[in-house]
């Protein structure tokens, strides 16, 4: 029962449901509809859909152990597929003239990425946690509630990572680190600190 409970939580909580949450969320917030419906399709578009086909297709090829990349190795080519995905982002962000916040957030989160691929030649750092931690702090500014809410469920994140042997302590708390110093950036990038 617990296990079903961790794997849930996980799922719940996946950097790529969450990640796309954030999307919709800050530029709804950030813009006029019209203008944050087409960002959203592109960065949903050049990002989160090719990178979910990407971790499938490695998956059903055998070449991933499982869908979220759980061992170290194998997050290699990942990690080199996500910051082409990255670069596509850059500059269709900048190409387009996107809002200051939305360019920040976005080259921000790009360094939670780089981050964990520089720690990963010696640790798997949560890239759970490290997303849900940058996401809890990025949405201090438009919704501290939500903030909250996502804050709260980081040690129960971290809890579902560990159960499931997924990650050891030192590599959740990692990526909790890496997702917080990056979020106090971004909070402090939009003059909120």
């Known amino acids: 029962m617990t296990k079903q409970i961790a794997l849930f939580i996980s799922r719940l909580v996946h950097p790529l449901v969450i990640l796309t949450f954030f999307v919709f969320y800050s530029n709804i917030k950030i813009q006029e509809s019209s203008q944050a419906l087409v960002t959203i399709a592109a960065m949903i578009g050049l990002t989160i859909i090719p990178l979910t086909l990407w971790n499938w297709i490695k998956l059903k090829q055998g070449v991933y152990h499982n869908f979220d990349v759980s061992v170290r190795e194998q997050r290699y080519s990942m990690f080199g597929f996500v910051f082409l995905l990255a670069g596509l982002l850059i500059a ?6 996107q809002p200051r916040e939305i360019r920040l957030g976005s080259l921000l989160m790009i360094q939670v990425i780089v981050l964990s691929f520089l720690v990963n030649f010696r640790l798997k750092s949560s890239l759970h946690l490290a997303v ?31 159960h499931l042997g997924r990650h050891r302590w030192i590599e959740v708390a990692t990526g909790t680190f890496i997702g917080s110093f990056t979020g106090v950036q971004l909070l402090y990038q939009l003059d909120f600190l």
């Open 92 to 97: 269709y962000l900048y190409l387009s003239e």
């Open 132 to 162: 849900c931690s940058y996401i809890a702090l990025g949405l201090v500014p438009l919704n501290p509630t939500w903030s909250v809410v996502l804050a709260a469920a980081i040690p129960l994140l971290a809890w579902s990572r560990v």
